[in-house]
């Protein structure tokens, strides 16, 4: 049975008073208070030490304010009957932060200890004390965050009472002295000796068990009941830490699986790389949840289209082929018990190693335990099933279970939006190369195709020849029928075109009712007879209106033929579309091939604007014109578009009149230069302090020395940088993208800004957004203008805002011709405005 400390007292102090009485027993009273004392000081010490480590420990965790009052009122409990007084006292540095509790009134000596922070001992009569500070260690500012190392939080005072003690031991030792005193003196030497060794046994035990403690795993498995120290408070101080471990070891959490937690938050950072390899991304992914806890596979499901999903499994080690079969099947049982796949059955599993370096064989798939959770979005249509295997006793872990629901939380959301991010960028690289309406290539496309036409035919030795198709008469179908059927009829027209053309010849929507054909090893009469073939079969084409009635068009058409007519891309267009107009003064539905009186025609009329050029260049007469650009938040116009005119005998030519064979004269970067030096001017003549855009030629990019011609007028004029956008236009496909790609990124570095211009209506767009650090993206027009007229292009627009949203580009709408158009893209949340309802170009900012 425990023995009473008590008894544990009695019997020391009788074997050291009893050894002392036989020598020196006229000193008995004054030894025996003396040694009283100084056990009585020890075993405080002792006390104080034991409630001081057992506070520590406890702290050391965590504790509540409930908590803290449980372990005052078990000291009160505990040391109730005993002659120990225990107060705890609290610091102004825990008050702060923690508030106040009742506590007794400090004195003289624990302010001293609070001052100090050393323990004090104290002897005063027959009144022991032992002041100990509880000082502040790094461990302890995670929770004491207004506190310092070596800061006192607290004091524990054990106070004792000795007057019982002296006087009942004293008696006791008389009694003891005058009857068995020898034979007592040897009992109580064995007695002490094996109570002594047992103590020190258990309380050896004891801290190596808490020794022992290194994570919140270990602190799980601590169990103190079988440690008996003999003595009941001892014991009772064993029991109450026991508790409440038992309770701690519910709400512990490993700091590794909090600081995964946190990273889990920065891995949510979605990024172009991100997007491109997300795969990879999740690889990792896998690799960083197996530090903290064991993880065999995650698992994605996600719908890409109407009809079909993708499964991707990712392993934490190559698994051998049961595994996969048993996996696999898991699959399938999950895509059949989720409503929103119930009607699909199209599916490639695709599995992925994250870590070569480990196996996974059937042995371990017994040990899974899996987990789910689903995403579903309806714009755009994208949505799946994302999980994890990790061994079954992980998901009984209360704790653990959290973090398990966070990483599903984090997939869902990371491969949801990189599925919506891809879904969007496949939308806008087909509507980048197709025209939206019919689903033919784009004047874009077209102009490239042409480019690689001619050198496929130079290379074979081969004639190709051009149809430019222009429908006559379709302005008043349009306007009588509207708008709608006008599309529908666009749209059967081209379909008609489709049946009528070779297999191998690349038809086009140039724009409006305008189209092209390429006919690849076509001479010119092999080109008459499919112009005429087309010709007739737009005369016999009709279409049922909305009244009742048939309508259709007729057709004018132009030919060129290479090398025949022209040997240059933008010579055989240009032919072939004057001999289409022609054919329309000759009174429509007609086919017209080119005399050579018509090639000269346009060759003199190419020379005539080259003059004007070289004029325009030598005497200063490109001038800069000013398009506001109002901000939608503000309603103000902060910006301004940069634009080229040309000046001379009092008219004023616009860019696109000139801008294709300048390039093609490869003067256009010293006319950029030209009107970027005049505009600057204009910035300091009317003292303008908003931002402006301005527009560059892909083709000027390129040239050598045309990055320090630009910083050299930006610093001889002190423009600020903030003050400037550079946009890069797509007017022709960029041959150098490297050079392109420096040129960006040196003055990006230098904190100049970038914007793209008509974003969408070509492949490069996606080329720069990629691999150049954008800030703008300026929407093609084509789509602005008809937004509220065709479903497609507002899906297009709808598209590029949220793409630009999710990476922090802000976005311009160019052709913002009405109040509806506005309405739409403010709903939108398009960004800035630009077009002739906020305004039309001047040579002035004002």
């Not at 149809?467 to 379909?495: S, T, W």
């Not at 402006?692 to 004029?717: A, D, R």
């Not at 800004?753 to 720069?768: L, N, Q, R, V």
């Amino acid at each position: 049975m425990p023995k009473t400390l008590k008894n544990f007292i009695f019997s020391i102090n009788i074997i050291l008073l009893s050894s002392l009485f036989v020598l020196v027993f006229i000193f008995t009273t004054y030894l025996h208070t003396s040694l009283a004392q100084k056990n009585a000081m020890k075993h405080a010490k002792a006390v104080s030490d034991q409630v001081f480590t057992s506070m520590y420990q406890v702290m050391k965790r965590g504790w509540n304010k409930e908590e803290l009052n449980d372990f005052m009122f078990s000291l009160k409990e505990n040391f109730e009957e005993s002659n120990y007084k225990i107060n705890i006292y609290r610091g102004d540095v825990v008050k702060e932060l923690f508030g106040e509790v009742d506590e007794e009134v400090k004195d003289e000596l624990v302010m001293r200890v609070f001052r100090e922070g050393k323990t004090l001992d104290q002897s005063s009569g027959q009144i022991l004390r032992n002041l100990k500070p509880l000082n502040a260690k790094q461990e302890c500012l995670s929770c004491h965050v207004n506190a310092k190392v070596g800061d006192t939080l607290g004091v524990i005072d054990v106070e004792q009472n000795l007057v019982n003690i002296i006087k009942e031991t004293f008696l006791d030792y008389v009694y003891f002295f005058l009857i068995v005193i020898p034979i007592f003196i040897f009992a109580a030497f064995l007695a002490s000796r094996y109570t002594s060794s047992r103590i020190t046994e258990a309380l050896k035990r004891f801290e190596s068990k808490v020794q022992s403690i290194n994570s919140v795993k270990d602190f799980k498995h601590f169990d103190s009941k079988d440690i008996d120290l003999r003595f009941k408070e001892l014991n009772t101080i064993i029991h109450h830490v026991n508790e409440l471990a038992s309770r701690l070891k519910d709400v512990a959490v490993d700091k590794d699986l909090l600081e995964f937690e946190v990273q889990l938050l920065d891995k949510f950072l979605i990024t172009s790389d991100v997007v491109r390899d997300w795969r990879d991304y999740i690889g990792e992914l896998l690799v960083d949840i197996n530090r903290v806890m064991p993880t065999y596979t995650l698992m994605t499901i996600f719908r890409v289209d109407d009809d079909q999903f993708e499964v991707d499994i990712f392993w934490h080690g190559i698994p051998d082929t049961k595994v996969k079969e048993h996996f696999e099947a898991y699959v399938q049982e999950a895509i059949s018990k989720n409503e929103h796949f119930l009607e699909f059955s199209d599916y490639v599993i695709r599995h992925n190693t994250a870590n070569h370096n480990c196996c996974i064989n059937v042995n371990d798939y017994d040990d899974f335990a899996h987990r789910t959770k689903s995403l579903f979005l309806d714009t755009p249509k994208i949505g799946g099933i994302v999980g994890l295997s990790v061994q079954s006793d992980v998901v009984t872990d209360p704790v653990r279970h959290i973090v398990i629901d966070s990483i599903l939380t984090t997939m869902a959301n990371l491969v949801g939006s990189v599925k919506a991010i891809n879904k969007y960028t496949h939308d806008l690289e087909y509507y980048a190369a197709h025209d939206p309406l019919t689903g033919l290539f784009n004047q874009r496309i077209f102009n490239d195709l042409l480019e690689y036409e001619i050198k496929r035919s130079e290379h074979h030795k081969d004639p190709f020849s051009l149809l430019v198709i222009d429908c006559d008469n379709f302005k008043p179908i349009n306007d009588r029928y509207g708008h709608a059927f006008g599309d529908i009829f666009l749209q059967e027209f081209a379909r008609l075109l489709g049946t009528v053309k070779r297999p191998e010849d690349i038809l086009s929507r140039y724009g409006g009712d305008e189209f092209t054909i390429i006919l690849p090893e076509a001479d010119v009469k092999g080109a008459l007879a499919i112009a005429h073939k087309i010709a007739q079969g737009a005369e016999d084409f009709r279409l049922l209106a909305t009244d009742g009635s048939y309508v259709g068009v007729t057709v004018s058409v132009g030919i060129a033929t290479y090398p025949e007519h022209a040997k240059t891309h933008k010579e055989l267009f240009l032919i072939a579309d004057d001999m289409m107009y022609k054919a329309k003064e000759e009174g429509k539905n007609g086919v017209r091939i080119p005399s050579s009186d018509d090639i000269l025609s346009v060759i003199k009329e190419q020379k005539a604007k080259s003059a004007l050029l070289v004029d325009a260049v030598s005497n200063n007469r490109i001038v800069p014109y000013f398009q506001p650009i109002q901000t939608m938040s503000t309603g103000k116009n902060e910006i301004h578009e940069l634009l080229m005119r040309i000046e001379i005998d009092g008219r004023v030519i616009s860019a696109y009149e000139f801008i294709d064979i300048a390039e093609s004269m490869s003067i256009i970067n010293r006319m950029d230069l030209i009107v970027i030096e005049n505009a600057f001017k204009k910035i300091k003549e009317e003292n303008y302090k908003g931002v402006l855009f301005i527009n560059l030629s892909p083709k000027s990019l390129v040239v050598g020395n045309y990055t320090e011609s630009i910083t050299k007028l930006i610093h001889q004029y002190g423009i600020p940088k903030e003050q400037l956008v550079f946009e890069i236009t797509e007017r022709e496909t960029v041959k150098n993208f490297a050079i392109l790609e420096k040129f960006v990124l040196n003055l990006k570095m230098a904190g100049y800004k970038f914007a793209i211009d008509d974003f969408g209506s070509g492949f490069s767009s996606f080329h720069y957004i990629k691999k150049f650090p954008i800030d703008y993206v300026k929407i093609d027009g084509e789509f602005i203008i008809n937004i509220n007229k065709d479903k497609k292009d507002r899906a297009f627009v709808h598209s590029i805002v949220t793409l630009a949203k999710e990476l922090g580009i802000q976005t311009i709408a160019e052709y913002v011709e009405d109040e509806e158009i506005v309405i739409t893209l403010r709903e939108m949340g398009v960004d800035y405005l630009q077009g002739f309802h906020i305004g039309r170009p001047q040579n002035n900012f004002s």
